[in-house]
């Protein structure tokens, strides 16, 4: 690979794990941006793609596992995973502060509840976006 | 789980935890006068003129106006001197475009947006 | 066809593309064209495809228990969404006229939809 100037991506997945591939094509775009030397700013999950968020998935053991992956890049990279909180509450994917009692939240860190317009203002830091 | 309510009139209303009405076509003029008492809000004239205001717009839109969209609309309908924020700041300190949509009896606005 | 508009500052293109109640897709778009604009970005608003359905005036979603999305949308210009197109290649296959749709929809040509494209800063679509 010749020397690229590295971009800044902004992803917006909007698909759920096992019903779509998006989020297994968000998770391979992140590896190879990364790799090549591009950065990730943010992956915003809106949409469908809020059931990522979801640590109650349980997919079977010879399914790729997307939400460990997901913890994963955004443990080593240091990748802000964001969640829409309206488009999250509506599926019943909740944080310890939505949920009626805090023990029931299945939306922890390393994903965090924002407001969408926490993804407009990373795609107005020069990055460029990418939604699937 | 997750059921609140207040009795006005004998009748009983169904509320989210923050008191905003669940069905607004519970709503009446009487209803207002309840909420406003329990945020401890006197309605005068003109905070009247807002809270029909915001009822209309929704009726009209299907969508409770945040705070933009209400001074927008204010403008159109009413001009400058009540379409302007520190106006509608006067009136509800407390929240300018939440208070009224909650008087209202309107479902609370998106949270992201 | 009229002559677009110059569009001079930055902005981004929400091209709502699905029917408005068999998917939540026309919610969410204009959820999110709200939210582009609570930040103080430009919106271009662009009925593409099957989207144009969303502009049926008459249509009564009451009666499968959904607010109306035709209501919604003709509040985008109270959120400073005034730049709104369809594309004229749908409208004309669904039979769907502008005359009677109470804000301001101008038609564009498939040609002109990749002009309004090609010079947004980012492109998203519902």
Redesign the interface.
């Known amino acids: 690979m010749t020397n690229t100037i590295p971009t800044r991506f902004t992803l917006m997945v909007t698909k759920s794990p096992f019903d779509a591939r998006n989020a297994h094509s968000a998770l391979s775009f992140c590896a190879a941006a990364i790799e090549q030397g591009h950065s990730i700013t943010q992956v915003f999950f809106y949409q469908k793609g809020v059931h990522n968020a979801s640590s109650l998935l349980q997919p079977n053991a010879d399914e790729l596992d997307v939400y460990s992956k997901w913890c994963d890049l955004a443990k080593k990279h240091a990748i802000n995973l964001n969640v829409c909180v309206t488009a999250a509450s509506r599926r019943g994917v909740v944080d310890a502060q939505l949920a009626p009692e805090p023990n029931y939240a299945n939306l922890v860190w390393p994903f965090t509840q924002v407001g969408l317009t926490a993804y407009f203002e990373a795609l107005n830091n020069n990055s460029v976006n990418i939604q699937l | 789980m997750n059921t609140f309510s207040i009795i006005v009139n004998g009748v009983e209303i169904e509320t989210d935890k923050e008191g905003y009405l669940r069905k607004s076509e519970q709503w009446n003029n009487e209803v207002a006068q309840h909420i406003a008492y329990l945020e401890n809000i006197e309605m005068t004239g003109e905070r009247w003129q807002i809270v029909h205001f915001v009822r209309d717009f929704y009726t009209t839109y299907d969508t409770s106006p945040a705070m933009r969209a209400l001074v927008k609309a204010l403008q159109r309908t009413h001009g400058p001197d009540k379409g302007n924020s520190r106006y509608l700041y006067r009136l509800f300190p407390k929240g300018p475009a939440k208070i009224p949509t909650k008087l209202a009896g309107l479902p609370k606005p998106a949270k992201c947006l | 066809m009229s002559d677009l508009p110059v569009l001079q500052n930055p902005y981004?293109v929400i091209q709502t593309t699905q029917a408005p109640y068999s998917t939540?897709?026309a919610t969410?778009s204009l959820?999110?064209a709200?939210?582009?604009?609570?930040?103080g970005?430009q919106v271009v608003y662009i009925f593409v495809g099957d989207g144009v359905y969303q502009l049926l005036k008459a249509q009564q979603s009451t009666l499968i228990s959904h607010?109306?999305i035709y209501?919604?949308l003709?509040?985008l210009p109270?959120?400073?969404v005034e730049l709104i197109f369809a594309q004229t290649s749908a409208l004309t296959t669904y039979h769907i006229s502008l005359n009677d749709i109470s804000f301001a929809v101008s038609p564009i040509s498939d040609a002109q939809l990749v002009q309004i494209c090609a010079k947004a800063?980012?492109v998203?679509?519902?």
């Open positions: 981004i939540s897709d969410d959820e999110a709200l939210a582009a604009t609570n930040i970005m607010k109306s209501k919604k003709s509040a109270m959120f400073d800063t980012q998203l679509v519902f």
